[in-house]
């Protein structure tokens, strides 16, 4: 019997990798005459970079890059083995976690240092860069990224602007050859697991911007600033972002690297199974075992778990699951197909399950999943 073990991070405990371990101790306790292939996952978003290191060979490169109040950091990417795929975390240069929460100020932080990274990954050679888009701390729709780039942004008078939130209604014009001529035929990914407009309601600005520190009249500046930036991407580059579905992630960056770099907007797991070339590991695959810290309405919504599962599904691989908790109802259990589903805290409660994680996981694993494996059901 071959064994893929698929997981997610349990988040707060264990990463992917360690997950993986830990029940792979439990089936080999268990007798269970099994090939097990450990293939430790994410979703595009915390811990992503971790999982590209490992199946992609990759290197972390770490560079001085500009965070979000332009102050000097040091940012780290990954570059795969062979050179030719760069991933980039947004967060690691221009994210809310760099600022403490009285500098959270989405009117003036920029991207500025997350078109450092991309730069930096070009001029090695990189023909493909993959953006993770969550976690900023900005607003400005990647503008401050096609500066850092090359772009000449400018006002009416002609003058260069520097654009971060407050300033995006005041540009008239985006002069994008010198980024072009950078990015040639590169291709540009962004992970988008949202699916809100540029700006609107339900935009960037009014979903975002408040966690990232606006008050209610800083929303309203920054929703102007977006619906500026939108209609003259419209007249100058023929492209509509409001009917772009996802360009509000990252306080617009998707949006933004759509409408000027050409990015493919993609879901996480789509871009995580690429890379890792998932799809044929399941293939080789005679039973499949995925999981994550938490099964609740969010893991409908394109979490790791309902991809795995819906690519097991699609090979007619039985695959089982594994949580810390779970938080289904009876039509989710229905909905995720699943061929069974085990819980940490329903096996050995939810103080175990948050500090014990690792044994909980593999005498989970060496009794009712072995068990339900041998017997092929759930």
């Known amino acids: 019997m071959k064994i893929l073990i698929a997981p997610d991070k349990f988040k707060g405990t264990l990463t992917a990798a360690q997950v993986c371990n830990a029940i792979e101790q439990g089936l080999l306790r268990s007798g269970l005459n099994a090939t097990i292939w450990k293939f430790p996952l994410a979703d595009g978003g915390e811990g992503t970079l971790d999982i590209f290191l490992q199946h992609k060979n990759g290197k972390l490169i770490e560079i001085e890059v500009y965070d979000p109040l332009m ?22 240069a221009s994210g809310l976690a760099l600022l403490k929460p009285k500098e959270r100020k989405p009117l003036r932080t920029t991207t500025f240092g997350t078109g450092q990274m ?51 209604k005041y540009i008239v014009k985006i002069e994008l ?20 407009p540029f700006y609107g309601s339900a935009g960037a600005a009014f979903t975002y911007a408040p966690q990232k520190g606006a008050d209610e009249g800083e929303v309203q500046l920054l929703d102007i600033g977006l619906h500026h ?21 990252g306080g617009g960056f998707a949006g933004g690297i759509h409408a000027l770099m050409g990015a493919a907007l993609k879901r996480g797991t789509d871009v995580v199974f690429d890379i890792t070339n998932f799809k044929q590991a399941v293939a080789w695959a005679d039973v499949v075992i995925t999981g994550e810290g938490k099964l609740d309405s969010q893991t409908m919504k394109g979490k790791l778990v309902q991809g795995v599962v819906a690519v097991a599904q699609k090979f007619k691989k039985p695959v089982y699951v594994i949580c810390g908790e779970c938080q289904f109802t009876e039509d989710q ?19 175990a399950a948050m500090t014990q994680t690792g044994d909980a996981l593999s005498k989970l694993a060496e009794l009712p999943l072995a068990k339900s494996i041998k017997k092929g059901d759930g």
């Open 118 to 168: 991309i730069k930096d990954a070009l001029e090695k050679g990189a023909q493909q860069i993959i953006l993770g888009v969550g976690g900023s701390a900005t607003n400005d729709a990647a503008l401050g990224a096609l500066v850092a780039l090359g772009a000449k942004i400018t006002d009416q008078s002609g003058d260069l602007i520097f654009p971060v939130g407050e300033s995006l």
């Open 229 to 249: 930036l939108a209609d003259l991407l419209l007249r100058d580059f023929k492209i509509d972002l409001q009917q772009v579905s996802g360009s509000g992630a």
């Open 71 to 92: 102050r000097e950091i040091k940012a780290g990417y990954v570059l795969s083995e062979d050179g030719t795929t760069a991933f980039i975390e947004m967060a690691s």
């Open 333 to 351: 259990f229905r909905t995720l197909k699943a061929t069974a589903v085990f819980s940490l805290v329903n096996s050995v409660g939810k103080e």
């Open 177 to 196: 050859q010198p980024v072009l001529n950078l990015i040639e035929s590169r291709r540009i990914t962004a992970i988008c697991d949202v699916d809100n």
